[in-house]
């Protein structure tokens, strides 16, 4: 419940008519923590979100952002080369 009132208040402070999929983006940062590193789950998040948005935007552009992430966490290294 928690989480649930805080993305609906967050979007109302924002503005933002919009249903977040919770599960779907907590998954996307487990994934991108788990198979990239732990820093990388924010990050992640934010850009699934940055790319929804440049795509239109809605629910099904979140899904498709989500998906790419996904696959790429999932055939990430497991120690990626430095530089």
Do not use: K, N
């Not at 990239?36 to 552009?61: D, K």
């Not at 899904?63 to 497991?78: I, K, Q």
Request: charged share 20%.
């Amino acid at each position: 419940m928690t989480m649930d009132a805080w993305v609906q208040a967050l979007c109302a402070e924002l503005d933002l008519e919009i249903t977040v999929d919770v599960r779907l983006l907590l998954d996307v940062a487990r994934d991108a923590a788990h198979q990239v590193e732990r820093p990388a789950a924010p990050l992640t998040t934010f850009i699934v979100g940055y790319a929804a948005a440049a795509q239109g935007g809605g629910t099904e552009a979140v899904e498709r952002a989500a998906a790419v992430a996904t696959r790429l966490a999932a055939t990430w290294p497991s120690e990626a080369p430095e530089g």
